[in-house]
């Protein structure tokens, strides 16, 4: 997949998401289970957490390192772990110190990926860490949908 086509499913993705969070109250964002048992606060800390964890898969692909993806059998970190710590992390956030995080870790994704060389794009691994974008669309878009369904909105 090429990195404009990456891009774009994440411009797309965040900008459905920003549409759902203007719809919802900060009571809805902060205590409504949505998806499964999480409240909207806690999809966006973990959104947040992401955007900064693939920066980190880039660097440790283009320095050759193990990344989440490419560690042996055993060594894979649990995502369901990285998950949780991200939400406690940021647990006592206000909604808006949350959603201004959320922002910077976009931006931040997205300028490093378009800072990334042909060359650098196409070393193995790399299209590897987007495999939400892969396969139909960014983890904003999806959360985004459920969001929807959930709120009627």
């Known amino acids: 997949m090429k990195k404009k086509e990456i891009i774009g499913s994440f411009l797309v993705g965040h900008d459905e998401f920003k549409q759902v969070l203007k719809k919802l109250s900060n009571e809805q964002i902060k205590s409504v289970p949505a ?15 992401w ?8 660097d440790r692909v283009l320095k050759n390192r193990p990344t989440w993806y490419r560690k042996k059998n055993g060594e894979i970190s649990n995502t369901d772990l990285f998950n949780q710590k991200a939400v406690e992390k940021r647990k006592n956030w206000t909604i808006e110190k949350l959603v201004e ?26 299209t590897t860490i987007f495999k939400y974008e892969l396969n139909g669309g960014s983890d904003e878009n999806r959360h985004s949908k ?5 709120f009627n909105v």
Do not use: C, T, Y
Request: hydrophobic share 45%.
């Open 35 to 49: 998806v499964g048992i999480w409240p909207v606060r806690k999809v966006i800390a973990h959104l947040s957490a």
């Open 51 to 58: 955007n900064w964890e693939q920066i980190k898969e880039i």
């Open 101 to 126: 995080e959320w922002q910077d870790s976009f931006d931040a994704l997205i300028n490093r990926i378009n800072i990334l060389s042909d060359e650098e794009w196409n070393l193995d691994g790399m």
């Open 146 to 150: 459920e969001i929807k369904k959930h």
